[in-house]
């Protein structure tokens, strides 16, 4: 239960396909899509469990990013890269357990800004800059994804260990805003685009309590099948400890890969990274 260049403007092959290419790619650098922390409760069949949770997910990428027919650029990107261009963020999960069954839904918003100069190819001395300024690019992006899941406890496992089967939903939008001002061109461009799709998911998760402070949670999908990307699978494995019976905490690993196409936009890409968080339970 519960997506290296040393810089972002090092993947632009060309004047043309950088800056969209990098708007792209950084839509999906900072993102969720489960409840990346799903702390453990103690089972109680006969009432409802809650549970509210912060995070943070240190994500990098890896993969490649594309848009309008131009050729995919290749993507490399760490977290310090994508923490530097980053305007907020927010990032939340809520939890439902009752009996057997479960219910966890997610929330991801993010806004990045950047600025790119471009000029022609080959002009790298500081006197041929002065005579080629180049064009400024600047962009925005906002990004939201919001994610449910339902599960139900499977007949294995023991006391301590629950292992649930689970399917759920997942639907992402971004939305890019660029700015191309004078300098290689004479006049400014302005182009914004919005990018949705929603993927069904199918997979599973696992409660393993150490004893009654320490606890381990996995979890794993796969998705997409052609419905919204082609496909889309995440994994992810965490160790936890439970404060109080009201607050517990959890530091593990995240990995979410996208192959998702459509017209000239393309996204094929892993997202991965160190994730924390901090739960509410009631």
């Not at 080629?132 to 899941?149: E, N, Y």
């Not at 496992?157 to 292992?163: A, E, F, H, K, R």
Request: aromatic fraction near 10%; hydrophobic fraction near 45%; charge should be positive.
């Amino acid at each position: 239960m519960q997506r290296r260049p040393k810089s972002l403007r090092r993947c632009l092959p060309s004047a043309a396909a950088g800056p969209l290419g990098l708007a792209f790619l950084a839509t999906a650098a900072i993102g969720a899509d489960l409840p990346p922390a799903p702390l453990y409760a103690p089972r109680q069949p006969s009432a409802w469990q809650f549970q509210a949770t912060g995070y943070g997910w240190a994500t990098a990428i890896d993969g490649q990013a594309g848009v309008r027919n131009l050729p995919p650029v290749n993507v490399d990107v760490s977290f310090a890269d994508i923490l530097k261009d980053l305007n907020g963020a927010l990032m939340g999960s809520f939890l439902a357990k009752k009996g057997e069954w479960l219910i966890m839904t997610d929330l991801v918003w993010a806004a990045l800004s950047d600025d790119a100069v471009v000029r022609l190819p080959g002009v790298r001395h500081p006197a041929l800059a002065t005579l080629s300024p180049g064009t400024r690019v600047d962009f925005k992006m906002r990004q939201l994804i919001a994610s449910a899941a339902i599960g139900y406890r499977l007949p294995l496992g023991g006391p301590d260990l629950d292992i649930y089967a689970t399917a759920g939903l997942r639907y992402q939008r971004m939305t890019v805003e660029i700015d191309a001002l004078p300098g290689l061109i004479p006049i400014t461009l302005s182009r914004k685009g919005t990018e949705q799709w929603a993927d069904p998911t199918v997979g599973f998760s696992a409660q393993w309590r150490i004893n009654e402070r320490w606890f381990v949670n996995v979890l794993a999908d796969v998705g997409g099948f052609g419905v919204g990307s082609r496909l889309t699978t995440q994994g992810f494995a965490s160790v936890g400890y439970r404060w109080t019976e009201s607050i517990s905490t959890a530091l593990g690993y995240r990995a979410i890969y996208t192959d998702y196409r459509n017209g000239g936009f393309t996204y094929r890409a892993t997202q991965h990274g160190v994730f924390s968080s901090i739960a509410y339970h009631f």
